[in-house]
């Protein structure tokens, strides 16, 4: 059993700051690239930032410059500064890693439970 855990949302005013967390936990082999995904009313979820193992980050283009990813390999727990925000940025945020669990043979994706962000004045 493997199981994403985030926390962090919240309402926030235009300019403002949030940090979301997602750790992961249970039967755990290895984690490849874990991220940070989002789902506003009515549209497509899409990949806002990832991370390798190795630290190698990936943002999607409107949030360059105003968030960071980051992970704690040792806590299995991912990361992610929200600075700035717009309230464009207001969505339902999910944790993503891709993982190997003990015993198993694949690597695959796992999800958390999403934490809504909402971003107005």
């Known amino acids: 059993q493997v199981q994403l855990v985030e926390s962090g949302g919240g309402l926030v005013q235009p300019g403002g700051s949030l940090r979301l967390s997602c750790a992961a936990s249970g039967s755990i082999f290895s984690i490849n690239a874990m991220g940070w995904y989002r789902q506003a009313p009515g549209k497509q979820r899409e990949l806002v930032a990832a991370i390798t193992s190795g630290g190698s980050t990936n943002y999607e283009e409107s949030v360059k410059g105003r968030f960071t990813i980051s992970r704690d390999n040792a806590k299995n727990t991912v990361y992610l500064q929200m600075n700035s925000l717009k309230p464009e940025d207001t969505a339902v945020y999910y944790c993503?890693?891709?993982?190997?669990?003990?015993?198993?043979?694949?690597?695959?994706?796992?999800w958390g439970q999403g934490t809504q962000v909402t971003v107005s004045s």
């Open positions: 993503n890693a891709n993982l190997l669990r003990n015993g198993g043979l694949w690597s695959r994706d796992y």
